[in-house]
Structures are given as structure tokens and as C-alpha cells.
Nanobody
Framework: QVQLVESGGGLVQPGGSLRLSCTAS????????MGWYRQAPGKERELVAR???????NYADSVKGRYTISRNNVRSTVYLQMTSLKPEDTAVYYC??????????????WGQGTQVTVSS
């Protein structure tokens, strides 16, 4: 089992920046990848960015060139630097850890979510 604690959300004006952090605890050696998802009102949860333990990264097309994900394996922490924020980036952002359990099965662990609001 892995626990995830997020921080860094808030209110920002269009064009502004925010940095989200997520720290994992528990069975961190079983984490294969960490990432960020978001869910806007009335929409499905979607992948924003993901980084594997060996550093392979992928982004949603909508955030490429504006968001940067990074990971500190020693601290079991993943960061999401968001720049050039737009009102359509407004959502609850969730940290995710893909954990390989004792049977070899992948299980998703989620943080509690942090609100990001982009508005003037």
C-alpha cells in the first residue's frame, strides 16, 4: 500500500504558474510510475503527465510545452510545474502511483486531490 500527499494547488491568473508536489510513503519500492491526472466539473478524469521509475515521460497533448513533470526517486516525490496556465486548466489535480503488488498486478493509488483554479 502506498499513501500519497499532494500540495501546491490554488488560485492563479491566466498566464501564471503553479507547482504541485506529491510525496509517497509506504511501499514506495513497489511504485512503477507516478503521475498527475485532473478532473474538471462534468468531465472524466484524464491523464496530464506521467513519469516511470526509469524516467520515461509522457504528457497530454493539451499541456505539452507548458507543463513539466519531474521525479525525485530518493524522496519518492513527483512534481508538476505548470506554466502559461489557462482557464481550461481549472480542475482538481490528483496524484497517481502505479504500484505493482505482491501478485505482480498493477494497482492504482490516488492522492486526495488538490484544486487548481485559473481565473482573473
Amino acid at each position: 500500500q502506498v499513501q500519497l500527499v499532494e500540495s501546491g494547488g490554488g488560485l492563479v491568473q491566466p498566464g501564471g504558474s503553479l507547482r504541485l508536489s506529491c510525496t509517497a510513503s509506504g511501499s514506495v519500492n513497489s511504485i512503477a510510475a507516478m503521475g498527475w491526472y485532473r478532473q474538471a466539473p462534468g468531465k472524466e478524469r484524464e491523464l496530464v503527465a506521467r513519469v516511470t521509475r526509469v524516467g520515461r515521460i509522457n504528457y497530454a497533448d493539451s499541456v505539452k510545452g507548458r507543463y513539466t513533470i519531474s521525479r525525485n526517486n530518493v524522496r519518492s516525490t513527483v512534481y508538476l510545474q505548470m506554466t502559461s496556465l489557462k482557464p481550461e486548466d481549472t480542475a482538481v489535480y490528483y496524484c497517481n502511483a502505479e504500484v505493482i503488488n505482491s501478485t505482480g498486478r498493477q494497482v492504482n493509488n490516488w492522492g486526495q486531490g488538490t484544486q487548481v483554479t485559473v481565473s482573473s
